[in-house]
Each structure stands twice: as structure tokens, then as C-alpha cells.
């Protein structure tokens, strides 16, 4: 969340955005940085919960964000303007609210252990159905429920109240 905030602090700042514009060469090296430190610790097999792991991920992403929006409008940019990921990230919180639910679900109808495991070919098909109804699920979240909040919130500009 913070690296979320912090992005949005420096895009609607234009000082601090001209800076990072003409530091282009620092964000993408802090993106290098980011994945070798991310590629140290899948090596060391660090798991969900490792703060090191988090912290890394969370500045990669901060710098995918801010490269993006470098490039808005230009072909780099192309790649975010993906329909299947704007859809995704349309669905993202969604996906982040029920994905374990669903997953738990999921697996203990199937397998008897909401615990997700990968021992067989049965694990992994729960794994998919898993998938395929959180999707389902974010669909219908977003279209029932955030988009009405979306619609809503898009009749306010940010800084008024």
C-alpha cells in the first residue's frame, strides 16, 4: 500500500515527477536491483510471508508502475494497455479479496484440505477450478458491486472534497 501511495504522491506532484522522469536511468536500475534481489531470494526459497521477499516486490512493482506511466502513450506502454490485463487489473481487488476463500473452498470440495498442495494430478485440476471460479467470482464482484462505487467516485476529482 505504501508503495501505492508513494507512486501516486509523486505522479500528482510535478516537481517530484520531473525528477523522476530525468532520473529515468535510476528508476530503471532500482527496477534491476529489484529483480536481482528478487531472483537471490526465490533462490533461497523465500516464501510467502518473508519480508524481504514483500519489500523487493513491492519495489519492483512501484518502478513497473512508474515506468508505465513514463511511457504512457508511447509503444513500451502498449504491453499495459492489454485488454486481458486491464481486465485483470479491473478485477484485482476482487481477485485479492476472495482468492482464498475460493482457493480453500476449492480444495477441501476436491482434496478434503483447503490447504492448496501439489502431491498429484488431482491437486492441480483443484488448482485450476480454483482459478477459474475466483475469476468467475471477481467478475461478478466487479460488476454488481465496485463498478457502482467506480461510477460513483468517478464524479469526484482528487483534492476535492
Known sequence: ???????????????????????????????????????V??????G??????????????????????????RP???FFRNRVLVWLG????????FHQPVSSLVHNALNGNPVPSYGNEQEYV????ALATLLIVSELSFRYFEA??????SRFRAGER
Request: net charge positive.
Open 148 to 153: 457502482g462505487f467506480l461510477r460513483y467516485g
Open 41 to 46: 531470494l526465490m533462490s533461497k526459497q523465500a
Open 1 to 39: 500500500i505504501f508503495t501505492g501511495a508513494l507512486v501516486a504522491v509523486l505522479v500528482r506532484s510535478p516537481v517530484a515527477w520531473s525528477r523522476v522522469c530525468r532520473f529515468r536511468g535510476a528508476v530503471w536500475g532500482l527496477g534491476g536491483l529489484a529483480a536481482a534481489g528478487l531472483a
Open 90 to 97: 479491473l478485477r484485482s481487488y476482487g481477485i485479492y479479496l
Open 126 to 129: 483443484a488448482t485450476l477450478l
Open 48 to 73: 510467502v510471508g518473508d519480508p524481504y521477499l514483500h519489500f523487493v516486490l513491492a519495489v519492483l512493482y512501484g518502478v513497473v508502475v512508474v515506468l508505465a506511466l513514463m511511457f504512457a502513450g
Open 76 to 78: 513500451p506502454a502498449a
